[in-house]
């Protein structure tokens, strides 16, 4: 002691006294760290760390896995399985066979009354992927609706789209590590400081290492923008029209790599034709960025060794959505950029295991990226799963976000709802209100049970959350990782996995089809299914998978560690074996900003929240930082109107109207203004959503609003306080 | 120990770099030697008996932040949050930012910061009770919650927000240098969670790889000056001219020289209008209100009870008033004891009250408490003996009547000293509002005038009762009230203009008393006045009698209530030099409205519902 007592007490640090550290992953975004969540003398979870040999966070990790311990005992947790017959009434407490035997009852009266079909299954990017394939199996072979599908939709189906059109096939070609190799960053509509921390973490390592250009395309100045070399603030729904000019100054000006076209692309005259008519001077007045500015982009990615592409909600939830990423891919054939290290488009996804899904869950096909619509991959999973082939649709079925107008027209009167959340998260609440309404039947099956979508279920099924269970995820570069059990269910919530199981002894094809006791015997089948294809997990095993702190796909059987990167042979997937490279005229089909509602709506995520809130709002030392929706607005704008800062301003939309708080800042464009979508009764009662014809994604981001000042700002304070119960 | 895993990332481990013998401020860095009594000893860190093994252990550390890179991801402040266990209302860390520029060309700079560990703990030296400890180990400056009872001083004085006063469990606690992962060679939890690049730790003036800048202002962060903290910055980008605060305080940071400079803080007036917002004086200093508004009527009342005979005036004397003298001293024993009562339940943890004394070389709480104690303790006396002055019938009535006349006199000594220690109390740099002579011209103008309000209520009552003539007490006491009125009133004129010379956070709190309480601050100001005017008329023209008492007794509601008022607004302008806070996190406007919308009500909202 220098100063101060003479007399020192002991110094007091808490100590949360961990006997145990467990290994997982991560159950948020898709990034897929590993965590270790530590265990003290009672069992009981008290922190978590990062695992500091883990290749993907090296110890790391945002707040939301700082405090993921923190969920196993956080508010709103479903306890019991609940049951009621008529939406309006209160639900009674009952136990999982009187549930199941409901849920099944009713599953089967109507497909009886009303076709196969008539009953929709809409689940998650949550979930494991052992879940994910049982699932599937339960929806195609045993159920059999084809009128399944999962909430990727919302968030990760343009970039499947766009890579399927493109390569052939879905899986993100590159990897983390491109970012250590590369010599130019081109990210279109990724906002990677706040929604993927831990990637933007290894990109910032990279640049502490070597700067290489850092281009940010976002109408927005996020902190990724201001940190970029190049700023590119591109107005809402252009961007295909930016890429197009990208790729028209790069074959105008003889900068791309025509001997890797040829040798391993298609179509390129078609292709030549359509770029041709977006020379800078045509796309700068559309897309917002001069022409020189273009050209310069241009020059700067075509020329550099080796230039990657990263982008995530800002191309994807478009009415281009699809087309964007195609865009990306085009940009990237021609320069001669994918397959290489630091040569990528390299798509940011969203949900922990949005790629498990994607992968296993059979919600666009079949299970390990396997189509309906092709007939030896019917037969394939028939013969596996011991049905008959003629079981299966030869075509798939309806995305989410046609599955919910088809219950607003009947086609549709039963719904299961696994782990996602509608009612906030997508477009037009008052919309979907109805359309819950209209249902016979619709079980809610999720961790939380005051998950907002329960407001309309007839049975609430308790389940297990993230490392109550075991079960792989797979992150954004295609590294499937363990989830360890960490704690046991929590009451009487059950793993998603077991809840498929019980529900298959239910069903006749059920009792025929082998369902696995365990996840790993799941695996196993995964890994079976797998074998020699693209996608193959053979080379893997839980054990493979802690020891290595994840594996990429594809991981053959003999291979001591996964590939980081795909199509580094310049095969794709395509019959041809080439990509294809797709011509996109563009047109401008979204609702604009008018004399009426004269500001674009903009949305997106905070660092903070994780979509719906249903886990992050009710964990404290998340939720301060955004306890409340918020709208950031331009104060010049705002000045015209008489609208304050740090008061309650009304939005208005042709759907309805939202209440939120105005935070003014110069980061967004006097004609925009921005609200975090992860509040319920929100952003969402305003937004439109227009869907991309290829992916059926809703174009979250694109819409026109008007914002009025508010007189009564108790009034709006109390009506904002009613919509929050967590 | 703490325990370091085998897979330990290497960012992790503080580097062993050279530093310079002195930091900029001539301090050296090592603070002891090898062989000093002092090195070698063990922090005991939960009673762990062991000795860390850190080569650098007596070299001062502190943080490094390249604002450049900060991107607002809360992994710092999480970090720390998870590590120390803390509920979702009580940060150590915090994030905060200043934004400027036009869109596009717009810059945020966020702000990481908790506690400086600084050369000079202000915190230190204003804790009462000695919770403070400056480390020889690491220079760590570490408060220790069993020791504190709670009375926020410490929050008060601290230039940075550092120290947090948790209202629930009624401690401070703060920052603790993650002594524990120092000792293993560990950089604090919230550097080695930083994912930007931007919060950074080792050994003071020892620039990080990669860095180039050691600043020690960035704009936002209050000037160095106060405390020499052990922050050091990059900040390389060009910024805009004016960096303006998301949250509620109306500031902004504009750099006045073309090109180059610092940014200086500066008032942020938005076109607010005047209001009363009366209800919004009440905080959680009510009961400091209280206290020293009570203090000072108690200690002018007893001056005048004491000095005016001396100085001949014989209607104040024991002699007129033989009841009513003795039963106004208990009066003002009563007062003190009631506002004494009050200040001890305002701290958080009001059973250690006793060791408000501890820190009596630089705490001017302790000088404070100690001065008023003494004073209590003499005018508790003082009334016992002039009361019963047969207690005293073992002397002779000379010796007895001097004896009186020196703990009389001792008190008259001790109550304007304390009431200058009380005043000490709010000179703090990093709160300019108060840092400023007119606390004292206000601590005694009340002295005077609600001492002199105290001893006309009573005096005037009796005599009116009596029939006996009051208009000399009425003149006299009227003189000492407009003397009073009237240091207050100098005191407040030049306190609002130099607020608005000095800019910066003390005309940004003139600002806030001339729009948000403009028309409270303008009715204040003219009961002021107009409790002069008349206290004036009253000393010209004194009335007598019932008549007398009575207009003294409106006089006095007015002299109150311009005091209440007053004093109110003294706690609720105040405007600290601390660092910016976010649009929800640290924004004081934000956990006003929280509790008013009843949002607070959840815990996960991050703000303690109002008590007071």
Known sequence: ???????????????????????????????????????????????????????????????????????????????????????????????????????????????????????????????????FYTLGKLARGVIGTNNYDGNTTL?????????????????????????????????????????????????????????????????????????????????????????????????????????????????????????????????????????????????????????????????????????????INNLNLITGNIGKPGGTSLSITGQANAMGTREWSSCSGLPGYRQLENEEHRKEIAAFWGIDPEFFPKKRGLFQTDIF?????????????????????????????????????????????????????HVYLPAAVWAEKQGCFTNTERRVNLVRNVQPPYADSKPDFWIFNQMAKRFENGRKIRFPETTEGAFEEMKQLSKGRMLDYSGMSYEKIERNRGLQWPCREDDEVGAPRLYTDGKFQHPDGRAKLIPLPWTDNNERPDDEYPFWLNSGRVVEHFHTRTRTGKIGNLNKFSPTPYMEMNPDAARRLGVEHGKYARLVSRRGDAVVLVQLTQRVPPDMVFVPFHFHECVNRVSLGLLDPHSRQPAFKQCAVRVEAIEDQTAAAVRNRAARSY | MYKVRDDEPAYAYIPDKVAPEKNRYGKPIQLVEED????????????????????????????????????????????????????????????????????????????????????????????????YTKFAEYGAVLQ?????????????????????????????????????????????????????????????????????????????????EITHPNIRFQQTATLPREMTR???????????????????????????????????????????????????????????????PLAGFEMLSPEAHPVAYPALLFGLLGAETFALALSTLHLGKPHRFYRAFNNLRYSPVSREVAGIAVFYNLLGVYTVLVTFPGLLGWL?????????????????????????????????????????????????????????????????????????????????????????????????????????????????????????????????????????????????????GWTGAALWLGLSVLVVATALVGRGLFYVLVVPTTMPGAFFWRNQGFAEHAREAHLAEMPQVGVVPDAH
């Open chain 2, 144 to 224: 220790d919650p069993d020791i504190c009872f709670g009375c926020g001083y410490c929050t008060w004085v601290c230039p940075y927000n550092a120290p947090q006063l948790d209202p629930v469990k009624g401690q401070v606690q703060k920052c603790n240098m993650c002594v524990d992962r120092l000792e293993v060679g560990l950089k604090p939890a919230c550097a080695a969670a930083c994912l930007a690049g931007a919060l950074d730790f080792g050994v003071i003036e020892t620039t990080p790889d990669k860095r180039e800048q050691l600043k020690t202002r960035i704009p936002g962060f209050p000037t160095p």
């Open chain 2, 246 to 308: 998301t949250d509620a305080m109306p500031l902004q940071y504009v750099r006045d020289e073309p090109g180059a400079g610092e940014h200086a803080p500066r008032v942020r007036k938005q076109g607010e209008k005047r209001a009363w917002n009366l209800g919004k004086l009440r905080s959680r200093e009510d009961p400091l209100v209280i206290f020293t508004l009570v203090s000072q009527a108690v200690i002018g009342a007893f001056l005048i009870l004491f000095l005016g």
């Open chain 1, 405 to 457: 107008p088809a219950i607003e027209t009947g086609q549709i009167k039963g719904l299961w709802i696994i782990a996602t959340n509608p009612m906030t998260s997508m477009t037009n609440t008052a919309r979907i209100r109805r359309i819950l309404e209209k249902l016979d039947f619709l079980v809610v099956q999720d961790a939380y049970e005051d998950v907002e979508t329960n407001e309309y279920s």
């Open chain 1, 1 to 131: 002691m220098l100063f101060g007592r003479k007399q020192k007490n002991p110094i007091k640090i808490p100590d949360k006294g961990v006997v145990e550290w467990k290994y997982t992953t991560c159950g948020y975004c898709s990034t897929g760290c590993s965590i270790e969540v530590g265990l003290n003398d009672r069992g009981e979870a008290v922190t978590s760390r990062g695992v500091g040999g883990a290749h993907v966070n090296q110890g790391k990790l945002c707040l939301k896995g700082i405090f993921e311990h923190e969920l196993f005992r956080s508010a709103g947790r479903g306890r019991v399985p609940l049951i009621r017959e008529r939406r309006h009434e209160a639900f009674q407490e009952t136990d999982w066979d009187t549930a199941l035997d409901r849920v099944a009852g009713e599953i089967q009266r109507i497909q009886a009354k009303h076709g196969r079909d008539a009953f929709a299954i809409v689940s998650t990017g949550q979930i494991m992927t052992e879940e």
């Open chain 2, 36 to 131: 000093d009594p002092l090195a070698g000893q063990s922090l005991r860190i939960n009673n762990d008996p062991a000795v860390g093994r850190n080569p650098n252990r007596y070299k001062q550390h502190g943080f490094y932040f390249t604002a450049d890179n900060c991107i607002a991801c809360h992994a710092c402040e999480s970090a720390c949050s998870e590590k120390n266990d803390l509920p979702p209302h009580l940060a150590y860390r915090a994030v905060g930012y200043v934004e400027g520029g036009t869109w596009p060309n717009y810059r945020r700079v966020n702000i990481s910061m908790a506690c400086n560990h600084c050369d000079d703990p202000v915190c230190l030296k204003g804790c009462p009770t000695r919770a």
């Open chain 2, 396 to 544: 002779s009535a000379e010796s007895a009547a001097s004896l009186t006349s020196i703990i009389g006199w001792l008190a008259v000594l001790a109550g304007p000293a304390a009431l200058y220690f009380m005043h000490a109390i709010y000179r703090i740099a990093a709160r300019p509002f108060w840092n400023h002579w007119q606390v004292l011209t206000s601590f005694y103008g009340n002295m005077l005038a609600l001492g002199a309000v105290s001893v006309g209520l009573v005096y005037g009552a009796v005599l009116a009762a009596q029939g006996g003539a009051s208009a000399e007490l009425f003149r006299l006491l009227a003189s000492i009230l407009a003397a009073g009125l009237a240091m207050e009133g100098v005191g407040l004129y030049y306190h609002a203009r130099d607020l608005q010379r000095g800019g910066g956070e003390g005309a940004a709190s003139h600002h806030i008393q001339t729009t948000r309480f403009g028309r409270t601050w303008l009715a204040r100001n003219a009961g002021l006045g107009l409790a002069l005017l008349l206290a004036l008329v009253f000393a010209l023209l004194p009335a007598t």
């Open chain 1, 155 to 327: 968030c990760m189906s343009s970039a499947v789209s766009g890579y399927k059109r493109s390569f052939g096939s879905d899986g993100p070609p590159g990897c983390y590590d491109d970012f250590e190799h590369t010599e130019c960053l081109l990210a279109i509509g990724s906002n990677l400081p706040e929604q993927h921390p831990i990637i933007y973490w290894r990109l910032r390592q990279a640049l502490e290492k070597r700067r290489f250009p850092v281009i940010v395309v976002d109408p927005r100045v996020t902190m990724f923008a201001q940190m970029a070399d190049i700023h590119l603030p591109i107005s809402p729904g252009t961007d295909v029209v930016l890429l197009n000019a990208l790729a028209h100054v790069i074959l105008d000006e003889g900068l791309e790599d025509r001997a890797y076209m040829e040798a391993h692309t298609s179509d390129i005259e078609a292709f030549e034709a359509e770029v041709a008519k977006w020379d800078p001077d045509t796309a700068a007045p559309v897309c917002g960025i001069d022409a020189d500015t273009i050209r310069n982009v241009a020059r700067t990615y075509a020329r550099a060794g080796a230039a990657m592409t990263i982008w995530t909600m800002g191309i994807n939830q478009s009415t281009h959505g699809s087309d964007g990423v195609v865009g």
